[in-house]
C-alpha cells in the first residue's frame, strides 16, 4: 500500500476547520484534524508546502516512522504549527490503519479500559444566577461534571461566558476584539460563585473551573485555597505554563486539584510538571500534541506520576479529534475527563461522526478507524472566514493574557 494523494480541505460550518486527506493506492483514505485556532492558514501552508511531498510513495501503515521522519527529520522542532500539521497526518495514518484491520482505533491501542468517557460540558452566565440557572441544566442533560464560569461585576466581558450557551466559540472577528481585565475583581468574585453552587447543589457532580492563564503563582495559590472547601474536579489553567516551575510555588499552597496543557505541543511541555508531580490532570490534545502517536507517549510519562489526563476538547477542535480523542481515551489507562463541547448541527453534517452521549459520557463508535468522516460537498459551501481570539488588556491598558 503507497500514499498517492494528500490534501487539505478548509471549511467553516459555524467556525474554521483544517482536515488532512491521505489516499491510498488501494481506495482507502484517512482524514485527520489540523486546525490551530487563530492561525488556519499557517498550518495550510505547512502542509502543502512541507510535509505533503514528503508523504507520496510511502507506505501508511509505517506510522512510527513517518511521524519520526516529519518530527526529526524537519530540524526545527515543535511549535504549534510544526506539531498540528504533524497531527493531523498522524490522525489521518491512524485512520487508514483502522479501516485496514477492520478494526476501530481503540482496539490497536491496545483495547478498551473503560465503557464509556465521562465528559464535562459549560455552564456559563453574566451573573452566578445565570450560571445556576445553566448548571441545573446540564445536569437536567445527565451531566457527571460541569466546568462553571460567571461574568465578574465591573469586568464588561469575561473569559467562558456567551450568549450561545451550548456552542460557545471565542474566535469572533476578523481582527482581534479587546478585552478588559481585573485580575482582582475576578478572585473576589469566583469564591462566591462555588459557594453557591454547592449550596445549591450540594457535592454529587464534578465542578470544574478555567482561570485562563490569568493568574500569578501566588495569586493562584491564592485562588486554589480560596476553593479548597468546595472540592473542585480541578482548576484549570491556573497561570501561563511556559515556566513549569511556577506551579510548584502553587502546589505548596494549595490541595485544589490542578490541571493545564491545552497549548502544549509536545511531551518536553510538561516532562517537569508530570514527574515533579506538579498538576494533577495534563490536557494536550490530539491536534495539537503531534497526534495519537505523541499523545500517547505523554500519557504513559503521566501514568508513572499519578497524572491523569484530561484532553482539551472546545469548539475548535473538530468532530474528527473528538473522535480521535474518543477512541484514545477509552483505552488509556490513566484517563482522567474529557473536555466536551457540542459542535452545531452544521459541523455535524460535515463531520458525520458514530460517537454518541448518554448520561454524562461518550462512546465511541465500533465503525473501523477513528468513526469520523467528512461531507466534501457539504465542505465546500462552507468557505473559510478570517476570526481571531481575542486579546486582553488591564484596567489600565496593559497587555495581558487572554
Known sequence: MKIVNCKVIVTCPGRNFVTVKIETDEGVYGIGDATLNGRELSVVSYLEDHLFPCLIGRDPQQIEDIWQYLYRGAYWRRGPVTMTAIAGIDTALWDIKGKVAGLPLYELLGGRSRDGVMVYGHANG?????????????????????????????????????KEKMYYEPADAELPTENVWSTEKYMNHVPRLFDKLR??????????????????????????????????????????????????????????????????????????????????????????AGGITHLRRIANLAD?????????????????????????????????????????????????????????????????????????????KYPYRPAYLPVNRLEDGTMYNW
Open 126 to 162: 453574566l451573573d452566578i444566577e445565570e450560571t445556576v440557572d445553566e448548571v441545573a441544566k446540564y445536569i437536567d442533560l445527565g451531566y457527571k461534571a460541569i466546568r462553571a464560569q460567571s461574568g465578574v461585576p465591573g469586568i464588561p466581558s469575561t473569559y467562558g461566558v456567551a
Open 304 to 380: 508513572l506520576y499519578n497524572v491523569r489526563t484530561g484532553s482539551h476538547g472546545a469548539t475548535d477542535l473538530s468532530p474528527i479529534c473528538m473522535g480521535a480523542a474518543l477512541h484514545f481515551d477509552t483505552w488509556v489507562p490513566n484517563f482522567g475527563i474529557q473536555e466536551y463541547m457540542r459542535h452545531t448541527e452544521q459541523t455535524d453534517d460535515v463531520f458525520p461522526h458514530d460517537y454518541h452521549f448518554d448520561k454524562g459520557y461518550l462512546h465511541a463508535g465500533s465503525a473501523p478507524g477513528h468513526g469520523v468522516d467528512i461531507d466534501e460537498k457539504l465542505a465546500a
Open 199 to 288: 449550596e445549591k447543589f450540594g457535592f454529587e457532580h464534578h465542578l470544574l473551573h478555567d482561570a485562563h492563564h490569568r493568574l500569578t503563582p501566588i495569586q493562584a495559590a491564592r485562588v486554589g485555597k480560596d476553593l479548597e472547601p468546595y472540592r473542585l474536579f480541578w482548576l484549570e489553567d491556573a497561570v501561563p505554563a511556559e515556566n513549569q516551575e511556577s506551579f510548584r510555588l502553587i502546589r505548596q499552597h494549595t490541595t485544589t486539584p490542578l490541571a493545564v496543557g491545552e497549548i502544549f505541543n509536545s511531551i518536553f511541555d510538561c516532562q517537569q510538571l508530570i514527574t515533579e508531580q506538579l498538576i494533577d490532570y495534563i490536557r494536550t490534545t490530539v491536534v495539537h
